[in-house]
């Protein structure tokens, strides 16, 4: 109940210092403290490159 | 300052006493090996054990994450920073990282560029790299000068060329920047350096002093002079105002620059929501900080219980105003002391931003 409300109370601090103009912390915690999660589709396709033992190019799989 | 920074700063001040509380594991550093291809001048570590000390053996890291950190986070949103040295020294570092991926958990790396050809880059990005940032300081005579190897700049350029081709042509980019040190040989040449990194693609510069820790300590020529910093910040803010992605790094509290050289107000997050793993196992905050204030052990302890139930001195900074300078700072609510590394083992501040930039709060 406690971590629920500092949270709220945080997410709250973090639109008023939108309003203000400082939009910067959403976006730092964005980019470094919640970052995008890898993509299912390129794990299970390393998993099967890796049982056929047929790696194609990284930049192929990010494709 | 003015009233709308002022107010700023004192709500990032009630979110960062929350946060304290919070304390959400959002960065984890793993010091995975010392081993390292250059011989830099500002090195943060000694460095000077790195040939005797062995790499931190990867099953013992994963056992970390598998047993103590996994069954308390969501691992998508924390994101594992592989460090050294140099990481890329590691020869099993895509096995790491594609260990980390199938776990869901997102991992990045600092690296020098030397050692990333573009087969070892496409083998790090299929393995699940989400975020890097490649050293470059400076133009190419003076990146030689302080990484101390005459391959240096071309192993930089062609890292950065390889990401900013990458994140041209694919379509899940990776989040990545330019790190540059700032030192009494680059600092004139700052213009020009932003416009060499922008035409090899780069959109991201991050600019950071140095401290005086480490080989930096003894060598004057690195520290910067009071007047070069704060012609540091002036640069960063004109920089921004023309529309460039320029920051300064996190590390110290900046007065009346905050809002206006980097993206973010000042927040120390080191044990409120960054940890590392050291070398040797040592729990600590940020790589750089001081072994006093190691909190545990991997081998010895548990490191989640270590991350609930220790990091006192990180989340509670009342014992910092006990020394100068912040005994009588009236920018205390603002700062809390400056970054942590910058403690020495006694406690005393290393370097007061504050006072570079000659503000009183």
Request: hydrophobic share 35%; net charge neutral.
């Amino acid at each position: 109940m406690k971590k629920r409300i500092l949270t709220r109370a945080n997410a709250l601090i973090i639109l008023l210092l939108s309003v203000l103009g400082f939009t910067g912390c959403r976006e730092y915690l964005v980019k470094y403290g919640v970052p995008e999660p890898p993509k299912p589709t390129r794990v299970a396709e390393t998993v099967e490159n890796e049982e056929t033992q047929d790696i194609p190019s990284a930049t192929d799989q990010a494709r | 300052m003015n009233l709308r920074l002022k107010i700023a700063l004192l709500l990032e001040s009630l979110r960062r006493k929350n946060l304290k509380q919070l304390h959400p594991l959002r960065q984890l550093f793993w010091e995975s090996t010392l081993r390292c291809n250059v011989h830099c001048l500002h090195c943060g570590s000694d460095c000077v054990a790195s040939v005797e000390t062995p790499d931190m053996p990867a099953e013992d890291f994963l056992n970390v994450i598998d047993t103590e950190i996994t069954p308390h986070v969501d691992p998508h949103q924390v994101l594992i920073i592989i460090s050294g040295g140099e990481p890329l020294m590691r020869k099993d570092l895509a096995d790491i990282g594609r260990a980390l991926m199938l776990r869901g958990y997102p991992w990045g790396m600092v690296t020098n560029g030397l050692a990333l050809t573009e087969t070892r880059f496409r083998e790090l990005v299929a393995a699940g790299l989400r975020s890097i940032t490649v050293s470059c300081d400076g133009l190419e005579k003076d990146h030689i000068w302080l990484r101390q190897h005459p391959l240096a700049f071309e192993g930089a350029t062609r890292a950065i060329r390889l990401i900013a081709d990458y994140n041209t042509n694919y379509p899940a980019p990776l989040t990545w920047d330019v790190v540059t040190c700032a030192n009494q040989r680059n600092i004139g040449h700052l213009p020009q350096i932003r416009e060499m990194l922008w035409s090899l693609g780069v959109r991201d510069w991050r600019v950071f002093g140095i401290d005086p820790m480490g080989r930096a300590a003894t060598n004057e020529e690195l520290l910067l002079t009071d007047d070069q910093f704060q012609y540091l910040m002036k640069y960063i803010a004109s920089e921004r105002e023309a529309g460039h992605h320029v920051s300064y790094s996190c590390e110290g509290y900046l007065g009346g620059y905050e809002g206006r050289v980097r993206d973010h107000l000042y927040l120390c997050a080191a044990g409120i929501s960054v940890a590392s793993i050291l070398i040797d196992g040592s729990i600590s905050a940020c790589t750089s900080i001081r072994g006093k204030y190691y909190q545990g052990n991997i081998y010895k302890d548990s490191f989640w219980s270590v991350w609930e139930n220790g990091f006192q001195l990180y989340r509670d900074r009342s014992w910092m105003r006990k020394k100068e300078p912040c005994n009588n700072c009236k920018a205390w609510t603002f700062c809390e002391g400056n970054g942590m590394h910058l403690r020495r083992e006694d406690g005393s501040l290393m370097l007061c931003h504050l006072h570079r930039l000659g503000q009183k709060n």
